[in-house]
């Protein structure tokens, strides 16, 4: 089974500070995404990779940043966390378009606080 | 981009069936996805049309037409388990993203 695990299910941050939340997949998958969902908006797509060192912006990017050094992990960065910037963020990875296996597969999600 | 459409909620009782519809206008169409997401829980992947007609897995069933636009996930034969928010997404010609809908959630009643 695919298996994509976050660093943590819940943080809390304070206004200013530098966040670094980490995703890693186990299936060789060579896309990566990072998503953020609140209520009433739905998933939207903040960055995401389609190789190691490759990264595109999503239809959020403002205020985020992405590191992919290696295939397996996809790191997503708040440089200075904002209280608008509270939400479920969602790391999912997929194999290639292509074919019908292009499900993505999510992580459990981390729930970030900023106050 | 996508424009995505989906009711937001919907309620039905045990044993019943539920349709949940989605509309969409695209540029260019590569595939409709439905995902399944329980309160606190990643979402979880349930089906996937890229050609128009039904596709039958279990209770679950989609069903696509592409000239429409247009999409139904059916439940039937409900359990309280499927009380849930239900995703539809659809990706675009050549692309790596989903975009999704808003999400409907689905509340089972006994």
């Known amino acids: 089974d695919v298996k994509v695990t976050q660093s943590s299910r819940y943080l809390v941050k304070r206004t200013g500070e530098k966040v670094f939340l980490e995703c890693v997949q186990d299936?060789?998958?060579?896309?990566m995404f990072w998503y953020r969902q609140d209520p009433g908006l739905g998933l939207r797509l903040i960055y995401f990779?389609?190789?190691?060192?490759?990264?595109e912006k999503g239809d959020i990017p403002e205020g985020y940043s992405v590191s992919r050094e290696k295939k397996e992990r996809f790191s997503l960065i708040l440089e200075s966390a904002s209280t608008n910037q509270t939400s479920m963020y969602l790391c999912?990875?997929?194999?290639?378009?292509?074919?019908?296996?292009?499900?993505?597969?999510f992580g459990p999600g981390t729930r970030l606080t900023v106050t | 981009g996508q424009n995505i459409d989906q009711p937001t909620e919907m309620t039905a009782t045990e044993g019943a069936i539920v349709q949940i519809n989605c509309t969409y206008q695209?540029?260019?169409?590569?595939?409709l996805f439905w995902y399944q997401q329980h309160a606190g829980e990643a979402p979880t992947f349930l089906s996937y049309?890229?050609?128009?007609g039904l596709e039958e897995k279990g209770r679950f069933s989609s069903f696509l037409s592409r000239s429409k636009g247009y999409s139904y996930l059916l439940l039937k034969e409900l359990q309280m388990k499927d009380s849930a928010s239900y995703l539809c997404?659809?990706?675009?010609?050549?692309?790596?993203?989903?975009?999704f809908g808003a999400g409907t959630t689905v509340t089972v009643r006994a």
């Open positions: 999912a990875s997929s194999l290639p378009p292509g074919g019908n296996s292009y499900e993505q597969y």
């Open positions: 299936m060789d998958h060579e896309n």
């Open positions: 990779s389609y190789d190691v060192k490759m990264k």
């Open positions: 695209t540029s260019g169409f590569n595939g």
């Open positions: 049309n890229v050609l128009d």
């Open positions: 997404a659809v990706r675009d010609l050549g692309d790596y993203k989903l975009s």
